[in-house]
């Protein structure tokens, strides 16, 4: 009974392969997010989707493409996969955007050789 | 530039004691304040929350203290128990389109 869903929990792959990782919610909530904790352990967000609607989009190189094909699904889609691109990847969601709690995924650990 | 710091990187109490967990941030805008417990291997949790209209917050065995004027908050913990035993992220937002901002973290160790 996840409430906030994503998989794979462990990824590793290839330099210069393309990998998607999923996530679903069943909070019914509006917003959805994506996080990455790098190495410094910095949680710093990615992405922020409300109804589906992309609303934050930070300084992420572009062969990150997130896509939300409803309110409850948020996947994270990555290009050419790079060594930086290894860290843990957080899904969360949280009803109304920004400014409210959010509840977070189990995360999803990417590697890259 | 670190909007939200977490300065102690790591706290050990013994079991019984009280763990405090300090916060401060350099954004005035902020006026909502929430603490996150992970455990390893899991995504962060949310424990509580207290808003700028606030000074405190209880819930149980948490306490977030808030002082705005000092830009600065602190979660205690009493008493602390092993299971307590985690890395706790500060985290904040202002109202309007800020996405949460977090520390980077303090690993609290509860040693029985």
């Known amino acids: 009974d996840t409430a906030v869903s994503q998989t794979p929990k462990y990824l590793v792959t290839q330099m210069g392969n393309d990998k998607s990782i999923k996530c679903e919610q069943n909070?019914?909530?509006?917003?959805m997010y994506w996080y990455k904790q790098d190495s410094k352990k910095f949680l710093k967000i990615m992405f922020s989707y409300n109804n589906k609607e992309l609303i934050i989009n930070e300084t992420v190189p572009n062969r990150f493409s997130p896509k939300s094909p409803d309110k409850a699904h948020l996947n994270l889609h990555i290009n050419s996969l790079e060594l930086g691109d290894s860290a843990v990847y957080f899904c969360a969601s949280s009803q109304g955007h920004l400014g409210n709690t959010i509840y977070f995924g189990e995360g999803s650990w990417l590697t890259v050789v | 530039d670190q909007q939200v710091k977490q300065n102690s990187p790591s706290l050990s109490v013994q079991e019984g004691r009280i763990s405090i967990l300090n916060c401060d941030y350099t954004?005035?805008?902020?006026?909502?304040f929430l603490w996150y417990k992970k455990y390893p291997a899991e995504g962060p949790t949310f424990l509580i929350s207290i808003s700028s209209i606030k000074d405190k917050n209880e819930d149980g065995r948490f306490t977030v203290f808030l002082n705005k004027s000092a830009k600065h908050l602190s979660l205690h913990i009493v008493p602390s128990q092993p299971g307590d035993s985690a890395v706790y992220f500060c985290a904040a937002s202002g109202s309007g389109n800020t996405p949460l901002v977090f520390g980077k973290g303090t690993r609290l160790s509860v040693i029985a």
């Open positions: 909070l019914g909530h509006d917003t």
């Open positions: 954004n005035s805008m902020f006026d909502y």
